[in-house]
């Protein structure tokens, strides 16, 4: 499943260090196993440039809402091409199922991916010494600049 080694390999670049930094491990055999529950369960939407995986954010319904179990942009193309493809992907699928919130986890240690997420519009919601829950009413999403257009 080449997908899967993609996102993999991606998470692995990206997350060991914030991971780490919150106390917890990044195993590849675990990430590779919750990877493929969240394939099974959600959907998943990518950029590649080739067969190159530049982005991909996976969602999973839930009661109410649907949880953005990853978002992730490989450091060399943290750009706005790349960033404006993945979320009118994303609004699509949004549209798609009607759905009116979306849900985040993240380590207090990812300050990027902090300020990413409050760059969408999503705010703090539940804490713990951990991390925090991040709440996106998707009316506010559709506001957001990259999504001019659609």
Same mark, same amino acid.
């Given at each position: 499943m080449a997908a899967l080694d993609d996102y993999l390999a991606l998470d692995l670049l990206t997350l060991r260090a914030h991971t780490e930094a919150a106390g917890d491990q990044l195993d590849p055999a675990e990430q590779a196993a919750r990877l493929r529950e969240a394939l099974a369960l959600g959907e998943v939407v990518e950029v590649r440039q080739g067969a190159l995986l530049q982005a991909y954010s996976m969602l999973r319904p839930q009661d109410g809402y649907w949880l953005v179990t990853a978002f992730n942009t490989h450091p060399a193309h943290r750009n706005g091409g790349v960033l404006r493809a993945l979320l009118q992907q994303l609004w699509l699928r949004v549209q798609a199922h009607g759905i009116q919130e979306l849900r985040s986890h993240v380590y207090? @240690?990812?300050? &990027? @991916?902090?300020?990413?997420?409050?760059? *969408?519009?999503?705010?703090?919601? &539940?804490q713990n010494a951990r991390g925090?829950?991040?709440?996106?009413?998707?009316? &506010? *999403?559709?506001?957001?600049? *990259? *999504?001019?257009g659609l």
């Amino acid at each position: 499943m080449a997908a899967l080694d993609d996102y993999l390999a991606l998470d692995l670049l990206t997350l060991r260090a914030h991971t780490e930094a919150a106390g917890d491990q990044l195993d590849p055999a675990e990430q590779a196993a919750r990877l493929r529950e969240a394939l099974a369960l959600g959907e998943v939407v990518e950029v590649r440039q080739g067969a190159l995986l530049q982005a991909y954010s996976m969602l999973r319904p839930q009661d109410g809402y649907w949880l953005v179990t990853a978002f992730n942009t490989h450091p060399a193309h943290r750009n706005g091409g790349v960033l404006r493809a993945l979320l009118q992907q994303l609004w699509l699928r949004v549209q798609a199922h009607g759905i009116q919130e979306l849900r985040s986890h993240v380590y207090h @240690s990812n300050t &990027r @991916s902090l300020a990413f997420h409050r760059k *969408l519009g999503f705010v703090p919601g &539940r804490q713990n010494a951990r991390g925090v829950e991040l709440i996106l009413p998707v009316a &506010r *999403l559709r506001e957001h600049a *990259l *999504l001019t257009g659609l």
